[in-house]
T-cell receptor, first 113, second 113 residues
């Protein structure tokens, strides 16, 4: 069935360093890939997304890259700050059919001051 | 995000009791979703609806029921058949088109007495 694998499950970085989270999807029909940030006890919030006709997208310190051939996409956070500490979820969706998301299992990012 | 609300914030269920979680949105979205999140875990899809008077089971529908009588509302009932209902329940909505962002409500935390 459809599946999204996300690694690592936990990630600790020093403040100012970069963090990379990787996801691999199984359904080659997937062509929309959002990333969500969830702080403790709060709702997930979209931080960036990418569509399959684009290889990379950047928004200030956050970037996402997509490799359709390998069926994986990655979140890159540069110059990390303590407020980046949260759980990050990737997801994959199709632009036709049910539109439902398949979520990854999440990465807990800790930025150490 | 302010356009999607959930109530109550906390809900306590007694043994054998059915409880209903409310989800309302004023974003004019056709699609709505219910997810369950256990502590330290990812998001699992319970039910989703892409249009009024129609809904589909997600990955963990057993012990839950929904209705979609109005575009703005998608209530979730946790029945007595759900033996382990303690979790954080998140409602989301989106346009019923491919590649659209899902926006999440603030969540309801359900606890069993």
């Amino acid at each position: 069935g459809e599946n999204v694998e996300q690694h690592p499950s936990t990630l600790s970085v020093q403040e100012g360093d970069s963090a990379v989270i990787k996801c691999t999807y199984s359904d080659s029909a997937s062509n929309y890939f959002p990333w969500y940030k969830q702080e403790l006890g709060k709702r997930p919030q979209l931080i960036i997304d990418i569509r399959s006709n684009v290889g990379e997208k950047k928004d200030q310190r956050i970037a996402v890259t997509l490799n359709k051939t390998a069926k994986h996409f990655s979140l890159h956070i540069t110059e990390t700050q303590p407020e980046d500490s949260a759980v990050y979820f990737c997801a994959a969706s199709m632009v036709s059919g049910t539109y439902k998301y398949i979520f990854g299992t999440g990465t807990r990012l800790k930025v150490l001051a | 995000d302010g356009g999607i609300t959930q109530s109550p914030k906390y809900l306590f269920r007694k043994e054998g009791q059915n409880v209903t979680l409310s989800c309302e949105q004023n974003l004019n979205h056709d699609a709505m979703y219910w997810y369950r999140q256990d502590p330290g875990q990812g998001l699992r899809l319970i039910y989703y609806s892409q249009i009024v008077n129609d809904f589909q089971k997600g990955d963990i529908a057993e012990g839950y029921s929904v209705s979609r009588e109005k575009k703005e509302s998608f209530p979730l009932t946790v029945t007595s058949a759900q033996k382990n209902p303690t979790a954080f329940y998140l409602c989301a909505s989106s346009k019923a088109q491919g590649g659209e962002t899902q926006y999440f409500g603030p969540g309801t935390r359900l606890l069993v007495l």
